[in-house]
């Protein structure tokens, strides 16, 4: 690569990169400000550092105004969520997209159909017959009913089988030559190969988990229920003196896991990439 | 469509492999679903104490409303322009991103964790940024001659929902764009580059035509996305005005339904919107498949 | 109808024994009956809300109370709405004033206050609540509906440093409208303020206030209160005289829009605005943040529509007892003990100068100024006085429409559009009339199922 080109894709990527760390950093330099700084209209672009210690404060101590308790277990809830909606998402379609891709079964693309075309609305637009539902199955109130309802996932599925079909024919025959049955070809073959795919979906769908907030508002009723998303929310009032400094510090905290994630999870895009140089 | 040529044998095992998902959107789709439509049919008070039905009234009413015809235009440009903006943005820098050079695994860090921001804080963000008073951007807007006040300029209003809209879904887009690029072989391109090939003319013979299924599953989840995802951002930041140059379709239900109560008129658009979507599929898959692309 | 029933009983049933171990609530110190609370008070006032249930669960032994936060006053009454439905409603749910039509309507759902009164023997005397405040949660005849919780009111805040640098005097605020638009100019020419005037809530207070303290019906059938045909008519000449007077001031550079609902509030703090309108609950907020002098003053009035002002219209929420299948007589006796328990002078003027919204019981309001809380906070009665301003009518106690959240909206739409120039004052208000009638059309169609 050339040096003036280089320096051109350095200089875009880090434009790129700015228009997204940027937004965050002024959250990170708001929440060490004084309470009523932003309601001031006051932006700082450096961190006061007699502020750094909200954080331990919203974590362990006395927590965010209006949440009586640290942070700390709502991050557990929402951690405990996330994980169980992006692997049971995961499980799910990497599974109905196998069949799907894979077999010739009677009324095969009605399945498909179903999943996809039913499954793009989300929850907020059907959110009391849904709620319904999930109160006659008894639902109301426990982790099953904050996660099941979110785990059928359309573009989850479309994106395997999309990965799947692009799978090389010869991939497969070779495996069947080896003896290899349809289970066998999932484990040792077909979930390898998409690695990278299942990494990308597996940030995503953490996210999402993480991220939700109707659900987890309408279905769960203990404040032991909790989840930091909702916690933030509650933080911030329409007609309340909202104090900015801790739903922002908060707002930092609750972005640490998903961060976590994503930086394991890199490991796999990069092993992606070697493993298609093969 | 693109079929593999190869396939097992059997169909117990995939129908059994299919069952979780079919179960979940039984349970949780097609059941709501059912319950939507039927609520569509019915005129009730929304504690269900009295449900009357009244046949199509309620579709009756949200085609002759023309307000409602005018979100729908209005819906459209909005997800065009959510959708380009954000793929566009995305597969540039994922390019960039994938290219050899130093230090790219910080830039990809950096352009991914983004997307863990909850939309509640990015409502907020852009609200620091853009307010007209006490935003951070205004004050430099004003030096170029742009008296900004999205909340009673509507195009100012539609362009803040639209940045706000698509800067949350650019590093989603990315991700995939990234893993996408990454699974293709790097022999390929490197021929290319033996051939002497630029790096603008190897992205558009090899790169995009190579990058079709994950563009064409990416437009699809954009086009999902702006269309119905993007009410909170747009609830914090304009509430569907200034008059209602921001209402979109998605807004419109949420509001009928979560903020009015009024759930026949909600339901009947929730039924309209599932209609939509459907014919948007199916509209997607005839278009890719004429093309020929491994969709 | 009988599905969902079904369906509620068999919520019912498996609810309990559906709670995973680790997913049930706490063991409690004393196995105490709960009682769910939901409310909508986030940040500092969902503190109180908990302290008020602590207090009642520290008086007496029988009941927990529970506080539980579900979200906006929107998502709270959705919430209560979807629970309902399912047959696991709470006890008790704040609704925010405007849904109070909604909840009327909603028959076996809810015990109404002189219900709940009837049925435990527990009485509450209506007599003993601000007027302003009763009047709007009551029926016609008087007995009350819902139990006053949250109530604030409009006023005026005034920056006292940019008043001063307008040539004016913060202690002596303009009375009348006319009044306010020439401090509102002064503060623009001889302050240079960069808002001279705003508002929040844009519809409570520049229409439905305005129609209360001018005696102007906003719609027929007083107000909606006694019946659901009632046909919206702010469309009247003072109500268009007055949008008129808005949109010349924006014209001028005197008036802000600062958006809908409480999206005003984001300005006034920043010190650079000179008059904003907004709920009277907002001063807990502004003293911490505010780095300037600033005030509480009366609502202006306009002497050529009534010579002088009536009492100002209440916001806020209260709270509605909700019904479950099973709910036993001792659970509605331990509910109405707790609004007995909310509605004591020490715990409303408690609650009162916790959060800035006003005493909702008259004896409330004199134990707070018996213990001299007006006079160390002066202007924290500016509130009071304007609530108890004149006698209250049959055009000032509140409006009684269906789907209320709906037509504000509607009329801030249509406001805006006349902002932007593309329709006159009476086109607005016409239109926001026509479609507001609509609305409320519908709302009457599916009350009457």
Redesign the interface.
């Known amino acids: 690569m050339t040096g003036g080109r280089g320096l051109l894709v350095h200089a875009m990527l880090a434009l790129g990169a700015a228009l997204f760390l940027l937004p965050v950093w002024l959250v990170f330099c708001a929440a060490t400000q004084d309470v009523g700084a932003i309601n001031r209209g006051e932006i700082a672009l450096l961190p006061r550092r007699d502020g750094l210690s909200i954080f331990g404060d919203v974590l362990f101590g006395s927590g965010p105004a209006g949440a009586d308790r640290p942070v700390w277990p709502m991050l557990a809830l929402s951690f405990a969520m996330a994980l169980a909606i992006a692997a049971g998402k995961i499980v799910v379609s990497v599974l109905s997209a196998y069949a799907v891709a894979f077999f010739r079964f009677p009324l095969r693309m009605v399945c498909f159909w179903v999943i996809f075309a039913t499954l793009m609305l989300p929850v907020e637009v059907r959110i009391i017959p849904t709620f319904e539902v999930v109160a006659g199955l008894g639902l109301i109130n426990s982790f099953g009913g904050l996660v099941v309802p979110l785990l059928a996932s359309a573009t989850a599925t479309l994106l395997f089988r999309q990965a799947f079909l692009a799978v090389p024919d010869e991939l497969m025959e070779a495996a069947r030559m080896d003896g290899a049955g349809p289970w066998r070809f999932l484990t040792d073959i077909l979930i390898p190969t998409s690695a990278a795919n299942i990494a990308a979906l597996f940030v995503i769908l953490f996210v999402y988990g993480w991220n939700q907030y109707l659900w987890p508002l309408l279905v769960a009723t203990h404040p032991a229920q909790e989840t930091i998303v909702v916690g933030i929310v509650k933080m911030i009032g329409t007609e309340s003196a909202t104090e900015w400094n801790r739903v922002m510090a908060a707002a930092m905290l609750a972005l640490l896991p998903p961060v976590l994630v994503v930086l394991a999870m890199q490991r796999w895009f990069v092993k992606g990439l070697t493993d298609g140089e093969k | 469509m693109s079929e593999r040529r190869t396939i097992f044998p059997g169909w117990r095992l995939p129908l059994l492999l299919l069952a979780p998902q079919l179960l979940l959107t039984a349970l949780f789709f097609l059941w709501p679903a059912a319950g939507a439509i039927e609520a569509s049919l019915m005129r009730g008070d929304p504690f269900g104490l009295s449900a009357r039905f009244v046949g199509l009234d309620n579709f009756t009413e949200l085609f002759t409303d023309p307000l409602y015809l005018a979100a729908v235009g209005r819906t459209l440009l909005f997800c065009g322009a959510v959708s380009l903006l954000s793929l566009g943005l995305a597969l540039v820098l994922a390019v960039l991103a994938d290219s050899a050079i130093r230090g790219r695994a910080f830039y990809r860090t950096a352009l991914i964790w983004p997307y863990a921001v909850a939309p509640v804080i990015a409502a907020v963000v852009w609200i620091l940024l853009l307010h007209p008073q006490i935003g951070a951007l205004p004050p430099l807007l004003s030096r170029l001659g742009i008296v900004w006040d999205y909340r009673l300029d509507g195009t100012q209003a539609m362009i803040t929902v639209i940045l706000a809209s698509a800067w949350k879904q650019v590093s989603y887009n990315f991700i995939f764009f990234l893993a996408g690029l990454q699974s293709i072989p790097a022999a390929i391109v490197e021929a290319a580059r033996m051939d002497g090939a630029g790096p603008l003319r190897r992205f558009w013979t090899i790169l995009f035509p190579l990058l079709a299924p994950t563009t064409g599953f990416l437009v699809t989840v954009n086009i999902a996305y702006s269309a119905f995802e993007t009410f909170g951002t747009i609830e914090a930041l304009t509430q569907g005005g200034p008059a209602q140059a921001t209402q979109t379709l998605v807004v419109k239900v949420y509001r009928d339904g979560v903020v009015n109560l009024d759930l026949g008129a909600s339901s009947a658009q929730s039924v309209v919107l599932m209609a939509g979507v459907m014919l948007l599929t199916l509209l997607q898959f005839r278009l890719l498949r004429r093309r020929g692309d491994a969709i | ?1 009988n599905r ?1 029933h079904l ?2 009983g ?2 019912a ?3 309990a ?4 171990a ?2 049930a ?2 063991a409690r110190a004393q196995d105490r009956p709960v009682v ?1 609370f ?1 409310h909508a ?7 109180e809300v ?1 302290k008020v249930c602590d207090a009642f669960n520290a008086a007496q032994s029988a009941v927990t109370v ?1 506080p ?5 006053y ?2 709270t ?3 209560a ?8 409603a ?1 006890h008790l749910v704040q609704v925010f004033e405007v849904g109070t039509g ?1 909840m009327l ?5 809810v015990r109404q206050v002189w219900q709940l009164a009837q049925e435990t023997g527990i009485a509450f005397d209506p007599a003993a609540y601000m007027p302003a405040v009763r009047s709007y949660y009551s029926l016609p005849d008087g007995s009350m509906a819902a139990m006053p919780f949250n109530s ?1 009111t409009p006023v005026m805040w005034l920056n006292a440093d940019l008043f001063e640098r307008a040539g004016l005097d913060p202690a002596a605020p303009p009375a009348t409208w006319q009044e306010v638009a020439a401090a509102a100019d002064a503060l623009k020419t001889k302050a240079s303020a ?2 001279a005037m705003t508002t929040a809530w844009p519809t409570w207070v520049m229409m439905e206030n305005f129609g209360a303290l001018h005696d102007l019906p906003y719609a027929t059938k007083a107000n909606g209160f006694e019946g659901l045909d009632a046909e919206l008519v702010f469309n009247a000449p003072p109500y268009v005289a007055q949008i008129q007077r808005l949109l010349d001031m924006a014209k001028a550079g005197t008036f ?8 005003g ?3 006034f ?4 605005t000179g008059l904003s309108f907004n ?1 009277s ?2 001063r ?2 502004f003293s ?4 300037f002098r600033f005030a509480a003053a009366l609502l202006p009035y306009d002497p050529s529509v009534r010579a002088s002002p009536n009492n100002s219209i209440i916001g806020g929420a209260s709270l509605w007892t909700m019904t479950a299948p099973r709910r036993t007589p001792a659970e509605y006796k331990a509910v109405a003990d707790f609004l007995k328990f909310i509605s004591q002078p020490d715990s409303d003027a408690r609650w009162s100068k916790a959060t800035g919204y006003v005493p909702v019981t008259l004896a409330g309001a004199g134990l707070s100024l018996a213990q001299g809380y007006y006079a160390r906070t002066p202007g924290a009665d500016i509130a009071i006085r304007q609530l108890n301003r004149g006698a209250v009518t049959e055009n000032s106690k509140g409006l009684r429409l269906g ?1 209320l ?2 037509i504000r ?1 509607i009329i ?3 406001f ?2 006349a ?2 120039g ?1 329709q006159g004052a009476q086109a607005a208000l016409d239109s926001a009339v026509a479609r507001g009638n609509k609305v409320l059309r ?1 709302f009457e ?5």
């Open positions: 109808m969902r369906l509620a068999a919520a049933l498996t609810a024994a559906a709670l995973p680790a997913f609530a706490p769910t939901w008070m986030s940040g500092p006032l969902g503190e908990k529970a539980v936060f579900k979200g906006t929107g998502e009454m959705t919430a709405i979807a629970a309902f439905r399912a047959g696991q709470p909604s309507g909603a028959g076996p759902a604030s960069k808002v802000t829009y600062g958006g809908r609902g409480a999206a509030d984001q300005i703090p920043v010190g650079e709920s609950a907002v807990a907020a911490r943040d505010a780095k789907r959240p709906e909206t801030e739409e249509e805006e559009a902002l932007q593309r519908e169609k599916s009350m009457r199922g």
